[in-house]
């Protein structure tokens, strides 16, 4: 919306106003993208308490788990069950206009993502609001939510496919270090590639979600990390000299990372232990959506693998805990999600935050160390 403001310059030119011809400012996205990301942390900030407060009002308290893990969490945290959950709202409103604010309205990337944000946050508020209303966490089944999952990434699929830009890309496999697609097209594979990235980067996200201010601190370098990525494959030169690919359109998805960012920092304000407010599902499904969703666009798919490393650990232990369980009766962790098990080693819950945020900075700056070995 702001960024047609830019036309000011050319009235500025004409009449010789130097105040007019600042407004040329507006067509960068550099500007625009720190632009979004202090106006998303100051949103979250003005607006934070607000929402916490009506939250509250609202009863939308923290569910309870099993009985089992509520004992144990129970002892390590001193019981959070009431803590308003569902405060994805706030971040998410943040997310959404500080983009509608500054992203140029004419790219369909931008209405992309804001679509997938929408959707995956509609999704994880159904999910909130029945696990509060039942007092459980048993919200939508599995089933269902992974077939709603699923029909997003055919939606995307079929965007990507349908785009006439972006189509002869769409198809195409790029792994790190390489030059070159390792693939050129994945043809019905490539539904199977989006859908693995989404669902797999929303549960992980999810999952990351257990302790204050660690999925929140996590998504703002994972975040910033994409819109370094998003800036330099929507820039032809940079992404000529830098040996990735070009992907038109995808610039401007930076301004929707650094929105994400401000937003993320600006919700850990609240979020920060002791949390005031936790992100619940209609946070951290869209969060990890959006993030899935910006790296098919800039073309750095499996990347977001390496750049979002905290959440594929976090995932990951839970997959190795019920195929190990599964299949030997016995756990590998003590308990999973892994910042679960080290606290159940003897780590405090604030020094499991920062070693993941520290982790979580260093696989950002891994990711992008890798766009110079190619």
């Known amino acids: 919306m702001l960024y047609y403001l830019y036309q000011l310059a050319d009235y500025g030119k004409e009449t010789g106003s130097d105040f007019l011809k600042a407004f040329n400012v507006f067509q960068y996205i550099t500007f625009r993208a720190l632009a979004a990301g ?31 893990e509520v004992h144990r969490l129970h002892e390590l945290h001193g019981g959070k069950a009431g803590t308003p959950t569902m405060g994805g709202v706030l971040l998410l409103g943040a997310v959404i ?24 946050g509609a999704l994880g508020f159904v999910d909130d609001y029945l696990k509060v209303t039942k007092k459980s966490s048993d919200g939508i089944s599995s089933r269902l939510k992974f077939a709603l999952q699923c029909v997003l990434a055919a939606l995307i699929t079929w965007f990507f496919a349908w785009e006439p830009t972006l189509a002869p890309q769409s198809a195409q496999l790029y792994v790190p270090f390489s030059k070159e697609p390792i693939i050129q097209h994945l043809g019905l594979f490539t ?8 669902v797999g980067a929303s549960n992980a996200v999810n999952l990351t979600d257990g302790l204050d ?17 998003t800036y330099a494959a929507g820039h032809a030169i940079i992404a000529q000299y830098l040996q990735i690919p070009f992907v038109y359109f995808s610039g401007e998805l930076s301004v929707i990372c650094m929105a994400l960012v401000g937003a993320a920092l600006g919700f850990l304000w609240w979020n920060c232990h002791p949390a005031r407010v936790f992100m ?18 800039s073309k750095q798919e499996l990347l977001l693998a390496l750049i979002g490393g905290v959440f ?7 997959i190795l805990q019920v195929a190990s369980f599964k299949l ?15 606290e159940l080693s003897g780590w405090k819950e604030s020094t499991v935050i920062v070693r993941f945020w520290i982790l979580s900075i260093v696989f950002a700056l891994l990711g992008l160390a890798t766009l110079k070995l190619r």
Request: glycine share 10%; with cysteine; net charge positive.
């Open 280 to 297: 619940g599902d209609t946070g951290s499904l869209a969060i990890g959506g959006l993030l899935g969703v910006v790296a098919i666009a």
């Open 312 to 318: 594929v650990l976090e995932a990951g232990s839970v």
């Open 213 to 229: 201010g660690l999925a929140a601190g996590c998504t703002a370098t994972t975040a910033f990390g994409f819109a370094m990525l």
């Open 97 to 120: 206009v500080s983009t509608l604010l500054w992203a140029r309205p004419t790219n369909p990337l931008v209405w992309l993502c804001l679509f997938t944000v929408i959707y995956l």
């Open 328 to 342: 030997t009766g016995k756990r590998i962790f003590k308990m999973s999600p892994l910042h679960h098990h080290f």
């Open 191 to 198: 539904f199977f590639l989006y859908l693995f990235v989404i």
């Open 38 to 68: 202090v106006t998303a942390f100051i949103l979250s900030l003005v607006f934070g308490n607000w929402v916490i407060r009506r939250l509250i009002s609202l009863k939308l308290g923290q569910p309870i788990r099993s009985q089992e």
